[in-house]
C-alpha cells in the first residue's frame, strides 16, 4: 500500500477556485488509475475525477467542465484544479488509487484524512 496525504482544502466563495494537491508515498508513474473522491455531509463518498498513466480523464457529470485531475509524475503528486465552484462542492476530498472491478472502479488504499473543502458566502 502507499500512503496518501491530500492537502489545498479551505473556505472559497461560489465561483471561486481551489487546487488541491495529494502526495502519494512512492513513484506514481507505474500507477495505472488515480481518483479524487468527496464524501460531502450525510452522503456517500463518491468518485468525481479519474486518470489513468496514459492520460485519459473521467469525470462524474456534476463537475464536468470545472474540475480537472492532473499528475505530476516528477513530485509523485495528484492535482485537482477545482474551477466554478458551488455550494454543492461543499465535502471532504480524498485521493486514492484505482482498481478496475467489473467496470466499476474501486478504491484501493487505506483512506488519507482527506482535506476539506468548503464553498460558501
Known amino acids: 500500500q502507499v500512503q496518501l496525504v491530500e492537502s489545498g482544502g479551505g473556505l472559497v466563495q461560489p465561483g471561486g477556485s481551489l487546487r488541491l494537491s495529494c502526495a502519494v508515498s512512492?513513484?506514481?508513474?507505474?500507477?495505472?488509475?488515480m481518483g479524487w473522491y468527496r464524501q460531502a455531509p450525510g452522503k456517500q463518498r463518491e468518485l468525481v475525477a479519474s486518470?489513468?498513466?496514459?492520460?485519459?480523464?473521467n469525470y462524474v457529470d456534476s463537475v464536468k467542465g470545472r474540475f480537472t485531475i492532473s499528475r505530476d509524475n516528477a513530485k509523485n503528486t495528484v492535482y485537482l484544479q477545482m474551477n466554478s465552484l458551488k455550494p454543492e462542492d461543499t465535502a471532504v476530498y480524498y485521493c486514492?488509487?484505482?482498481?478496475?472491478?467489473?467496470?466499476?472502479?474501486?478504491?484501493?488504499?487505506?483512506w488519507g484524512q482527506g482535506t476539506l473543502v468548503t464553498v460558501s458566502s
Open positions: 486514492n488509487r484505482l482498481y478496475s472491478d467489473n467496470g466499476f472502479f474501486r478504491a484501493l488504499d487505506a
Open positions: 486518470s489513468t498513466s496514459g492520460g485519459s480523464t
Open positions: 512512492g513513484s506514481i508513474v507505474s500507477i495505472n488509475f
